[in-house]
């Protein structure tokens, strides 16, 4: 009777690549998470961020507007408000349109480009609106009369293409990032796991031949194998024992059957 091994692993990839390889594959997928989680945020705190700026702005327009219909200015007949619209759109990057409508949606006054499709009018309900075409994200502002009556509003469009460009950089630079890190990280977990597996596979190499022995009814060394642990020792010694013992057993038993 002889003991049945297992295939030789020698062939196999060392220990110390296999467990690096998986660790490497845990933690990149861990910091591709993370970098998900940063340009998600980076995307939505940069849309917020402009959306405020882009407020202040029509606000400070809203106001003059006001301002006029309190005196008797018509938006379209009010030269102030044109020359501060004309200024607000220069100054403030990625402003794609600045328009004024009136409560029944028709555009009073516009400063560049703001589609023909534009559902202001049914939005009039006396609060202000975040809204969207395909090319900008907009803001509406309702404007009241000296009697406190709704008249229209302000809506200003910011250029979608300006945040495009912005997330893609941080994008483009997380990419980065991560490509480093991961590549990093790797190496040290590949240098580390064999530092630490090199001793290990050292005893696996020699538990692995003390199996040979035995399984080829040779003596087994006395074994020192501190990482595996004693038992491992006193199992292999126990094995090889057993199988030396089986081994003197089978001639006698051969000699006892002879007729």
């Known amino acids: 009777m002889r003991l049945k091994l297992p295939p030789s692993q020698r062939g196999q990839l060392p220990l110390w690549l296999r467990l690096g390889v ?11 998470l993370i970098s998900f989680l940063n340009y998600y945020n980076f995307e939505k705190s940069f849309r917020e961020l ?11 327009l809203r106001q003059a507007i006001e301002v006029g219909l309190n005196i008797g200015l018509a938006p379209r007949d009010n030269l102030e408000l044109a020359r501060e619209i004309a200024a607000a759109k220069d100054r403030t990057v990625g402003l794609r349109f600045a328009a004024v409508i ?6 009073l006054m516009e400063l560049g ?7 202001w009018g049914v939005r009039l309900d006396g609060q202000g609106w975040l809204g969207e075409d395909t090319v900008s994200y907009q803001i509406g ?8 009556l709704i008249s229209g509003a302000i809506i200003l469009g910011y250029d979608k293409a300006e945040i495009d460009r912005a997330t893609a950089k941080m994008r483009q630079a997380l990419l980065i990032d991560w490509l480093i890190a991961v590549l990093a990280i790797s190496l040290l977990v590949m240098l580390g796991t064999w530092l630490i597996t090199r001793r290990l596979r050292h005893e696996l190499d020699v538990a692995e031949s003390a199996l040979t022995a ?6 087994v060394p006395k074994l020192h194998l501190p990482i595996l642990g004693e038992e491992v020792e006193k199992g292999i010694s126990a094995l090889g024992q057993k199988q030396a013992a089986l081994m ?12």
């Not at 009136?102 to 555009?107: F, M």
């Not at 480009?113 to 559902?119: N, P, R």
């Not at 003197?248 to 007729?259: C, D, I, L, Q, R």
């Open 102 to 107: 009136d409560e029944q949606g028709r555009r």
């Open 113 to 119: 480009s703001a589609g023909t499709e534009q559902d």
């Open 248 to 259: 003197e057993a089978a001639p006698k038993s051969a000699v006892h059957s002879t007729p």
């Open 141 to 148: 502002l309702p404007y009241r009369n000296s009697f406190g």
């Open 214 to 219: 035995s399984h080829h009814d040779r003596s």
């Open 22 to 32: 998986h660790i490497s594959l845990i933690i990149a997928l861990a910091i591709a």
């Open 50 to 60: 402009n959306v405020a700026r882009v407020s202040v702005v029509a606000r400070d």
